[in-house]
């Protein structure tokens, strides 16, 4: 059993070990995925620099190679990114060649070591980053070497505000959602105690890394997933979809800009209540995910005993533990923008469990209308869709009526403080023509709520407020939004089909009116024919009529055209 004094350094050495680790793999992760790039592809790229990391003044296989790089990183970290690192081009070369390097990708495995290493000599110019990512592997340094692990009161308070600050810091620059993950487990490891099995474990593995001499530490990446993973680990699955779940609410109330399609919001309340499912559809941009995390939130108020819960995956099911009544959300069940029938069939699996456990369950899904449409008659088939037609937040019968536009409207306005000018009575007030404030007239506002749009209203509210141009141009950034929506429907099309875009885009402009995806999937026949006609054009024809189209874009429409998706074709 472990005294005060080694449970205080153990707690501090799982915190650094433990959150330490993570947050600095996420940075990696998350500094990869601005850059566009994947793990396998960053250790593809560098294997020959990264190979130079350990070999110092040393030259490697390659002849007359320049590359010269500070050593430190110990030669064993190799073999937790890559693999057949000791084989080599010629026997002379051993252990100076990366020609054989294929790198392994499991990031959950790279310690304090190489991930600090790696963000400091590739990812991340920040100093005060910089600064942040030295402390934290310093502190793991002085943890691992000590000869007894023990640290008193003072000591230990005044490390574990260090080490917990610099690990939330980091944490802050990686994805919110992950930053408010690692803040929460934190306080939790220092708010809680720890049971003698973790304790004993953790000091198990502060033991092998202390004993152990650098190199010779072959085990240390599994000791560390294993560490990582392994404590507390159903508990903590558990724990994070609640969390997520929190946050997501927590930050939906927080934007008090919600409008809610009262008549939807009615009709969901009750039949959640009644049948403890509901589906809700909608077009793109129509506020799906917001309505339904208000929708949670206005249902927990009801039942304060309900734990909230959002699903992202199918295997998270399995990880519930139903000890208490629960209300759960799986936004875009299949896919978001296109169907993905693997996710489809995984989730099928877990529909019939749902079914059983309605008791205690109420579950809201949400899906794109297109999905929907496609999917319908496979989901229908589960008593959880079929007993009731899914809200469609789209549709006549439950969309934002023009009041509700309007109020939306107006909340944006006092969001973005854009002033309305609301007409004037009879006697003049002499109105101030500040330039630098934003301004729109009432009568504007009320157009816009009247307008018939395909796209979803929310959506597109959050983009005309989000530049002062766009409000300038009032309501004509709603009317060509509506250009822009059947533009990204044809595109997607053309995007699939090589010849087809020509064939489309022609009988989009002879026909010279809008057109819904449905319209123009329905309209085939007399699109193959153009198809077919077109087949005998030169490319210069095509390039001809090209121009030609595009300029009767712009004189029909005003939107700018947008080249990328066509030039290419030609
Ligand atoms: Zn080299
Ligand atoms: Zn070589």
């Known amino acids: 059993m472990a005294d005060k004094f080694e449970e205080n350094f153990l707690r501090t050495f799982l915190l650094v070990m433990k959150f330490g680790t993570m947050v600095l793999q996420q940075q990696i992760v998350f500094e990869l995925y601005q850059k566009w790039q994947t793990v396998l592809d960053f250790l593809k790229e560098k294997k020959h620099d990264i190979l130079h990391l350990t070999l110092g003044k040393h030259n490697c296989c390659v002849s007359n190679c320049q590359t010269k790089r500070s050593s430190g990183l110990p030669k064993r970290l190799l073999s937790v990114m890559y693999q057949n690192v000791n084989r080599s081009c010629a026997t002379r070369f051993a252990y100076h ?72 810091d980091i944490a802050r620059k990686c994805e919110q959602w992950f930053s408010y993950y690692i803040e929460k487990e934190v306080d939790f490891l220092e708010c809680n105690p720890i049971s003698s099995t973790e304790l004993d ?34 508990n903590t699955e558990m724990k994070n979809i609640t969390w997520y779940a929190e946050y997501s609410l927590q930050s939906h109330c927080k934007k008090k800009d919600y409008t809610e399609p009262e008549r939807a919001m009615k009709h969901s309340l009750k039949q959640l209540e009644e049948y403890k499912t509901i589906c809700v559809v909608g077009n793109a941009g129509s ?94 088939e589960y008593s959880l869709f079929s007993l009731n037609d899914p809200v469609d937040l789209s549709g006549s019968e439950f969309a934002m009526t023009s009041e509700e536009k309007l109020k939306m409207l107006k909340t944006f306005c006092i969001k973005y403080g854009v002033k309305i000018d609301y007409p004037l009575p009879l006697e003049k007030v002499s109105r101030s023509t500040d330039s630098d404030v934003k301004r729109i007239n009432f009568e504007t506002l009320n157009t816009i709520a009247n307008m018939e749009l395909r796209k979803g209203f929310p959506y597109q509210c959050v983009m005309f407020f989000s530049r002062a141009n766009y409000i300038r141009e009032e309501s004509n950034f709603f ?39 449905d319209e123009i999937l329905q309209s085939q026949p007399e699109i193959s024919i153009i198809a077919e006609n077109g087949h005998g054009r030169t490319p210069v024809q095509c390039r001809e009529s090209y121009e030609k189209i595009k300029k009767l874009w712009v004189k029909r429409t005003c939107v700018k055209w947008s080249d990328d998706n066509f030039i290419h074709w030609y």
């Open 287 to 380: 506020g799906k995910t917001r309505f339904c995390l208000e929708l949670m939130s206005q249902f927990q108020k009801k039942h304060p005993d309900l734990i909230a819960l959002i699903l992202t995956d199918s295997n998270e099911w399995r990880k519930l533990e139903f000890n208490q009544k629960t209300i759960i959300f799986i936004d875009d069940v299949i896919g978001r923008s296109n169907l993905d029938n693997d996710a489809f069939n995984s989730w099928r699996r877990v529909f019939d469990l749902m079914s059983c456990r309605l008791g205690s369950v109420y579950i809201i899904f949400a899906l794109r209308n297109c999905i929907w449409q496609l999917k319908k008659h496979d989901l229908i």
């Open 97 to 168: 060649c990366s020609c054989y390097f294929t790198p392994k990708t499991d990031v959950s495995t790279w310690d304090i070591t190489l991930t600090s290493r790696l963000l400091l000599e590739y990812f991340v110019k920040d100093p005060s980053l910089k600064q942040d990512i030295e402390n934290l592997r310093a502190h793991r340094n002085c943890l691992c070497h000590p000869e007894k692990p023990g640290m008193d009161e003072k000591e230990f308070g005044k490390i574990w505000g260090e080490v917990s600050c610099t690990i939330k």
């Open 479 to 517: 009317y060509k939004q509506c250009f822009y929506h059947e533009k990204e429907q044809v595109d997607d099309i053309l995007r699939r089909e090589k010849y087809l875009h020509y064939a489309v885009l022609i009988f989009f402009f002879l026909k010279g009116q809008c057109f819904t995806r």
């Open 201 to 234: 474990r953790t000091k198990d593995v502060w033991m092998k890394i202390n004993k152990a001499d650098g190199d010779e530490l072959t085990e240390l990446p599994n000791l560390i997933s294993e560490l990582i993973s392994s404590l507390h680990k159903e």
